[in-house]
C-alpha cells in the first residue's frame, strides 16, 4: 500500500477532483468498459460470468470499486478489505498480472467514450498513473494468495478435476453434490463460510462458465460438498445456465473442475454465542460454519435461524432437525415467508428485530447471515437499530460485492 507515495500530488487531486463525476456516471463507464473488454479480448468471457453481465451486476460492482479507489487515493489502506475480498474471487478464477494492462487500457477508453471532452488529457494521465499504482497493489495481494493455495495441504493452482461420488436432492431447488479428487490425491482443506470455483463447457455456449459456490460441509479429509439451487426462469429473468447444466445434467461418476477453495467470509473462534442467519440458499455457508462449531468448539452456542419461502423450499430441514434433536447448545429457527401448515415453523412472515430479541439472549454475539441482497438489507439494518457492534456482523454476497445500507 505504500505505493501510493508513487504518486505526485497533482495526479493525487486530478483523481480526486473527477469523484463527483464518478458517482454520477460510474456504471456507465464500467458497463462501456465492459462491452469494449469483450469486443477486444472475446477470450476473457470464459473469465467474467456473462449472467452477472446481463443484470447489471459486475458493472455496478466495479463502479464501486473505482469510485472508493478515486475517494481513498490519497490513502488506498482504506481500501485493503475491499481488495482483498476482490482478490479471493481473482485468485479464484485465476486472473493472472497480465490481465491488468489489459483491463487498464479499456477502462481508460471507456472514461473517454463516456465523459467525452470532459475527460481531459489531464485527467486521463492521472488515471492512467493511479490505475497503475492501484492495479500492482491488487497484483502483490493476489500474488500472495496464490502462494499461500499453494502452501495449504492438498492446495493446488489453476484447475483440478474432482468426481461427483454422490448427488443429494436437498429441497426442491436445491441439490448437493459430493465431490473427491480424480486424482485420488488429498481434499484440500478450507475455512468454513468459503467457497469453489466450478468451470464447466456448456454444449451450444461458445464460453467457458465458472460460477461460486459455497462449500456447505465441515472441512474433511473425505469429500468437499456444494449444495447448489437450481435458479428456475421467473418473472423475465432467464434460467441460470450453470445451475440447470449441473441439476439436469451431472450425476454420480461425472467430472467438474474446480479451482482450490477461497473467500473471506469465515467464522471467528471467540467463546460468545454465535448467530447463523441464512435465506433461501444462503444457508450453504451457514451450514459448514455450524458442523465445524460442533466439532471444534462443542461448548459454543449456536443460534441457527433460516428463512424460506416455505416447507418445500427448505433445504437441509432434516438434517437441521436432526442437529438440533442431538446437541443442547444448538437453537434452530424457522421461518417461513408462506405457509398452510403455521405450526411447522417458528414464525410467519420475515426475521424482524421485535422477533429476534424474544429468541436471542443477548446481542452480544457473533452474527453472520447470507442470503438474497433484500433479506440481508433488513438483517444488517435490525441489527445496527438494535445496538450490535459493526466489527461482529459478517455477512456474504453471493455473486458480485454488493453494500449494504445503514
Known sequence: MSKTAMLDQKTIETVKSTVPVLE?????????????????????????????????RQPQALANAVYAAALHIENLEAILPAVKQIGHKHRSLNIKPEHYPIVGENLLKA???????????????????????????????????????????????????????????????????????????????????????V???????????????????????????????REDSIDGKPEGVVSTFLHQQIDQGDILALSAPAGDFVMDNLERPIVLLSGGVGITPLISMMEYVLKEQPEREIYFIHAAQNEQMHGFKQALQQINDQHDQVHYYKVYEKTDHPNACDKV??????????????????????????????????????????????????????????
Open 349 to 406: 412472515g420475515y426475521i424482524d428485530l421485535p422477533w429476534l430479541q424474544t429468541i436471542l439472549p443477548t446481542k452480544e454475539a457473533s452474527f453472520y447471515f447470507c442470503g438474497p441482497e433484500g433479506f440481508m438489507n433488513a438483517l444488517h439494518k435490525a441489527l445496527i437499530d438494535w445496538g450490535v457492534h459493526k466489527e461482529n456482523i459478517y455477512y456474504e454476497f453471493f455473486g458480485p460485492q454488493g453494500s449494504l445500507e445503514d
Open 24 to 56: 454520477e456516471h460510474g456504471t456507465a463507464i464500467t458497463s462501456q468498459f465492459y462491452q469494449l473488454l469483450f469486443k477486444n479480448h472475446p477470450e476473457l468471457k470464459n473469465i467474467f460470468n456473462q449472467s452477472n453481465q446481463r443484470q447489471g
Open 199 to 229: 468451470k464447466v463447457e456448456i454444449p451450444g455456449l461458445a464460453y467457458t462458465c465458472q460460477r461460486h459456490y459455497s462449500l456447505s460441509s465441515s472441512p474433511n479429509n473425505d469429500y468437499l460438498r456444494i449444495s447448489v439451487k
Open 111 to 197: 472514461m473517454k467514450l463516456v465523459l467525452g471532452d470532459a475527460a481531459t488529457d489531464d485527467i486521463i494521465e492521472a488515471w492512467a498513473k493511479a490505475y497503475g499504482v492501484i492495479a500492482d497493489v491488487f497484483i502483490e495481494v493476489e500474488r500472495e494468495m496464490y502462494e499461500e493455495t499453494k502452501q495449504t495441504p492438498g492446495g493446488w493452482i489453476g484447475y483440478r478435476d474432482f468426481v461427483v461420488i454422490d448427488k443429494v436432492k436437498e429441497s426442491e431447488v436445491i441439490t448437493s453434490f459430493y465431490l473427491k479428487p480424480a486424482d485420488n490425491g488429498n481434499v484440500p482443506m478450507f475455512k468454513p463460510g468459503q467457497y469453489i470455483t
